[in-house]
């Protein structure tokens, strides 16, 4: 019986897969990443989400003597997060064998291999960013003018300071040709040599304004805004505790004042509250910018229309949390009912691609542990929080063989306020 080379060639193939995976990847350094066990792959949904722990925190207590006897304790309320598969589903490339075999034969496996494991990453930042900006809360600079200083960058670093979001890594995201507006006020190059080539050509400043890195990517989401009309107010007063929120950070609000029938409003528009402020989460003071209290924003997460009324339910990304004496307070004061709405792209629709600012706890992406399947090889590698599966087949009507790439994301947001769509000023 002959020897069967096929399990050296998968592994090959692995190796080449993953050495192409990393060095075209951005966005994905920068998101925290896990491994997904308890899903159905084959189905694509699990019968649970996957839960991931919220950090806590506390509200400090003061005493003139110490004596704590009357003081209530601090609540102990740890939120969950829940990650949901991709609704887009598999992400699958597949090449024909005998394209593997030339490849094998000549010494040209990473040839063939790198733009497959390019393309693949392509499609997961792509939809990467578009999670994120559809989840990122807040908003930086006037809407619809473009990057073109330095200072437009550090206003989101400036209100990550304020907004008081956590240590650890931060991140701006911008649209490639925005770097070359900075370019004749680039003075640091921040690449370092031992990072993948793709990261390399992305970072164009280290270290700057509280942010660890600026990079580009070609990669943001673009979305046209609604035409929603004037006049918005809140129709009814939603709730505003913690525990409400705790386990999704978002809200479902009812607007009235829209276009008749027509008033739309687009997943990736942002809302602002002018009645209710955006507080510091540790201090609890209020966000201030230039004397002026920046306003509570959220951002719309799917697509609606106004009834025959006027009126729309719409569920966004960020919370308006105000308790007495809370420990997790996000505003001054709760949204109350005929509280104004105002559209922070204006009531007439507009092209969108706004930069992002983020913090690496903003959000999460994991990739469900695919099973291996029935067939003449089949290989799994779990590599930095990414699950790659290489399957061989044949396609007995086509009389082929051929393999097939795959992998199976899953996104969470751990904190909406932790991400900033991100523009320029006037």
Same mark, same amino acid.
């Given at each position: 019986?002959?020897?069967?080379?096929?399990?050296?060639?998968?592994?090959?193939?692995?190796?080449?897969?993953?050495?192409?995976?990393?060095?075209?990847?951005?966005?994905?350094?920068?998101?925290?990443?896990?491994?997904?066990?308890?899903?159905?792959?084959?189905?694509?949904?699990?019968?649970?989400?996957?839960?991931? &722990?919220?950090?806590?925190?506390?509200?400090?207590?003061?005493?003139?003597?110490?004596?704590?006897?009357?003081?209530?304790?601090?609540?102990?309320?740890?939120?969950?997060?829940? !990650?949901?598969?991709? =609704?887009? !589903?598999?992400?699958?490339?597949?090449? *024909?064998?005998?394209?593997?075999?030339?490849?094998?034969?000549?010494?040209?496996?990473?040839?063939?291999?790198?733009?497959?494991?390019?393309?693949?990453?392509?499609?997961?930042?792509?939809?990467?960013?578009?999670?994120?900006?559809?989840?990122?809360?807040?908003?930086?600079?006037?809407?619809?003018? #473009?990057?073109? &200083?330095?200072?437009?960058?550090?206003?989101?670093?400036?209100?990550?300071?304020?907004?008081?979001?956590?240590?650890?890594?931060?991140?701006?995201?911008?649209?490639?040709?925005?770097?070359?507006?900075? #370019?004749?006020?680039?003075?640091?190059?921040?690449?370092?040599?031992?990072?993948?080539?793709?990261?390399?050509?992305?970072?164009?400043?280290?270290?700057?304004?509280?942010?660890?890195?600026?990079?580009?990517?070609?990669?943001?989401? *673009?979305?046209?805004?609604?035409?929603?009309?004037?006049?918005?107010?809140? #129709?009814?007063?939603?709730?505003?505790?913690?525990?409400?929120?705790?386990?999704?950070?978002?809200?479902?609000?009812?607007?009235?004042?829209?276009?008749?029938?027509?008033?739309?409003?687009?997943?990736?528009?942002?809302?602002?509250?002018?009645?209710?402020?955006?507080?510091?989460?540790?201090?609890?003071?209020?966000?201030?910018?230039?004397?002026?209290?920046?306003?509570?924003?959220?951002?719309?997460?799917?697509?609606?229309? =106004?009834?025959?009324?006027?009126?729309?339910?719409?569920?966004?990304?960020?919370?308006?949390?105000? *308790?007495?004496?809370?420990?997790?307070?996000?505003?001054? #004061?709760?949204?109350?009912?005929?509280?104004?709405?105002?559209?922070?792209?204006? =009531?007439?629709?507009?092209?969108?691609?706004?930069?992002?600012?983020?913090?690496?706890?903003?959000? !999460?992406?994991?990739?469900?542990?695919?099973? &291996?399947?029935?067939?003449?090889?089949?290989?799994?590698?779990?590599?930095?929080?990414?699950?790659?599966?290489?399957?061989?087949?044949?396609?007995?009507?086509?009389?082929?063989?051929?393999?097939?790439?795959?992998?199976?994301?899953?996104?969470?947001?751990?904190?909406?306020?932790?991400?900033?769509?991100?523009? !320029?000023?006037?």
């Amino acid at each position: 019986m002959p020897n069967n080379y096929q399990s050296n060639t998968n592994e090959k193939l692995l190796r080449s897969f993953i050495k192409g995976f990393e060095s075209s990847t951005v966005l994905l350094n920068t998101v925290s990443k896990q491994l997904v066990n308890d899903l159905d792959a084959s189905t694509g949904a699990g019968a649970t989400p996957v839960k991931m &722990k919220r950090p806590t925190q506390y509200k400090p207590v003061r005493s003139a003597d110490g004596d704590l006897t009357s003081t209530t304790a601090n609540p102990v309320q740890v939120g969950s997060v829940y !990650g949901h598969v991709s =609704a887009n !589903g598999y992400i699958t490339v597949y090449v *024909e064998n005998t394209q593997v075999e030339e490849a094998l034969e000549t010494d040209q496996l990473d040839a063939l291999l790198m733009p497959i494991a390019e393309d693949m990453v392509i499609t997961c930042e792509s939809e990467l960013a578009q999670y994120m900006t559809r989840a990122a809360q807040l908003h930086s600079g006037t809407a619809g003018v #473009a990057i073109s &200083k330095w200072s437009d960058i550090a206003n989101a670093g400036a209100l990550f300071k304020e907004i008081g979001a956590p240590a650890g890594k931060k991140y701006a995201a911008i649209n490639s040709f925005d770097e070359t507006v900075l #370019a004749d006020l680039q003075t640091q190059l921040g690449v370092n040599p031992e990072v993948n080539q793709a990261w390399n050509d992305a970072v164009i400043k280290t270290g700057f304004a509280g942010l660890n890195q600026v990079m580009t990517t070609n990669n943001l989401d *673009e979305y046209a805004s609604g035409v929603p009309g004037t006049g918005i107010t809140l #129709a009814a007063t939603p709730a505003a505790t913690y525990v409400t929120y705790k386990d999704s950070y978002q809200m479902s609000l009812s607007l009235t004042g829209l276009t008749v029938t027509t008033g739309t409003l687009k997943a990736g528009q942002q809302l602002s509250f002018p009645a209710s402020s955006l507080l510091n989460m540790r201090n609890g003071k209020i966000v201030r910018k230039s004397g002026t209290a920046v306003p509570f924003t959220a951002t719309v997460l799917a697509d609606v229309t =106004a009834d025959g009324s006027g009126n729309a339910t719409v569920l966004v990304s960020g919370a308006a949390i105000f *308790e007495s004496g809370g420990a997790y307070n996000t505003v001054n #004061a709760a949204l109350t009912s005929g509280d104004t709405v105002t559209i922070i792209d204006g =009531a007439t629709s507009v092209d969108k691609r706004p930069a992002l600012a983020y913090c690496e706890g903003f959000v !999460g992406m994991g990739s469900v542990v695919l099973p &291996k399947l029935h067939s003449i090889d089949s290989n799994i590698i779990n590599h930095k929080g990414v699950s790659i599966r290489v399957h061989r087949f044949s396609d007995g009507l086509g009389n082929k063989n051929r393999y097939r790439f795959d992998i199976l994301p899953t996104f969470a947001t751990f904190n909406p306020s932790w991400g900033i769509q991100l523009e !320029g000023t006037a």
